[in-house]
């Protein structure tokens, strides 16, 4: 017997979307079904465009028109009919969140599980759970803010010392003389700017790399003066250097050398939450095992009162081991996953959060993903097959 006799089926009819023509087709309720096809075909159309937009369209008509001003706005797709939906989550291959804080353990909410499960079982007790995680000023490192790494400036790099500020001292794209930031040290009245950086007194060399934040005024501007290696910190060391345009990254890896935080070891956290442990294995020994290892790690701990907690953490591993990313780390940034990988760790965390309700999930083809054609039928390879069974 087939899904649709069994659950049901979304029912679309006379979907005109985009290039799709008077489009009618059944698509049955869990079960893995792939719409293949040239590129243009409608692919995108008809799953994205028509099936999940109306799905969430439906969703944001059941909230207030207050909650809905705060809602992605999604207009009514072009189509007769679209009966029987369900919920619907969208995991397409736009590239996963990669700031600096941004993990796969986070990605995932595997991070999460982790630290509820410290936070009863560890010894010495850490609370509340938030306190071991490095996204919580209780937990994070203090010296590298939860980064995980120290990023030290080569001033002679940066700054001419043989130079005035009137003579284009920083080396720096975006710092030259009249640009915004060289007017606020121009004009802050701090220095006198014919005086060559060499000539500094400590007093003013200090002001110059690591004042600190000055509310001031020129002419009918208000300006906010910090020292340079104060602003850089913030402006680009905070920062994914993937993240930043290209000449900017160029100059950053110029006058920079970075390496693992002396303080926490690069584990991003407090010295609580690195000494809270279970059987004596710290949250960051969890963090930096590869998955499959923390899977088997998982499965030996024993505790009644946390079984639902130690299974859904178990389950969710599980599903990554089975996608084939056992070998990712939850400390791995996701700025350097690559492939279908983020939309496969996507998956998983979808999935182990919507099980219950049965939702159409609806992604594209991840990167990497290789279609292979059997006795005139199209299917997506065994990863893409193994996600789609929760």
């Known amino acids: ?50 099936v999940a937009a109306e799905s969430q369209r439906l969703i944001n008509e059941t909230y207030s028109a207050f909650v809905q001003s705060f809602l992605p706005h999604y207009g009514r797709p072009d189509v007769d009919s679209v009966d029987d939906l369900s919920a ?135 300006l906010t003066y910090r020292g340079i290696i104060t602003s850089f910190q913030r402006s680009y060391l905070s920062k994914e250097l993937a993240d930043l345009q290209p000449h900017i990254r160029k100059a950053i890896e110029r006058i920079t050398t970075s390496g693992p935080c002396p303080a926490c070891g690069g584990t991003r956290l407090s010295e609580p939450a690195r000494n809270c442990r279970i059987d004596g294995v710290s949250i960051a020994d969890c963090a930096a095992m590869q998955v499959d290892e923390l899977l088997a790690f998982v499965q030996r701990i024993e505790s009644v ?22 070998y990712l780390s939850l400390d791995r940034s996701t700025s350097t996953l690559s492939g279908g990988s983020p939309s496969a760790s996507a998956w998983c965390a979808t999935s182990a959060r919507a099980s219950p309700t049965s939702p159409t999930c609806s992604t594209s083809r991840p990167s990497g993903c290789t279609p292979t054609t059997s006795s005139g039928s199209t299917s997506c390879c065994s990863g893409c097959a193994t996600r789609a069974t929760r």
């Not at 087709?25 to 079904?33: A, E, G, H, S, V």
């Not at 007790?125 to 030290?152: I, Q, T, W, Y």
Request: net charge negative; charged share 25%; aromatic share 6%.
């Open 88 to 222: 619907a989550i969208v995991v397409d291959q736009a590239r996963m969140g990669s700031n600096a804080r941004s993990t796969v353990g986070t990605a995932t909410d595997a991070a999460s599980l982790l630290r509820i499960l410290y936070s009863r079982l560890g010894e010495p007790a850490v609370h509340p759970a938030s306190a071991l995680g490095f996204n919580d000023p209780k937990g994070m490192c203090p010296e590298c803010e939860g980064l995980g790494r120290s990023s030290s400036i080569d001033v002679d790099a940066l700054l001419d010392r043989d130079r005035s500020l009137d003579e284009d001292p920083i080396r720096f794209p975006g710092h030259a003389v009249d640009s915004w930031p060289w007017t606020i040290y121009a004009h802050s009245g701090f220095f006198d700017t014919a005086k060559k950086l060499r000539d500094y007194t400590d007093e003013e060399w200090q002001r110059l790399l690591h004042g600190e934040e000055v509310k001031l005024k020129y002419g009918k501007m208000n």
């Open 1 to 50: 017997m087939d899904g649709s006799a069994l659950y049901g089926a979304i029912e679309v009819r006379g979907a005109r979307e985009n290039n799709l023509r008077d489009v009618s087709l059944d698509i049955p309720k869990r079960q893995l079904t792939v719409v293949t096809g040239v590129s243009g075909s409608g692919k995108s159309s008809l799953v994205f465009d028509t």
């Open 305 to 326: 009162p946390l079984k639902r907690l130690l299974d859904g953490l178990a389950a969710l591993l599980g599903d990554l081991v089975r996608i084939g990313l056992g």
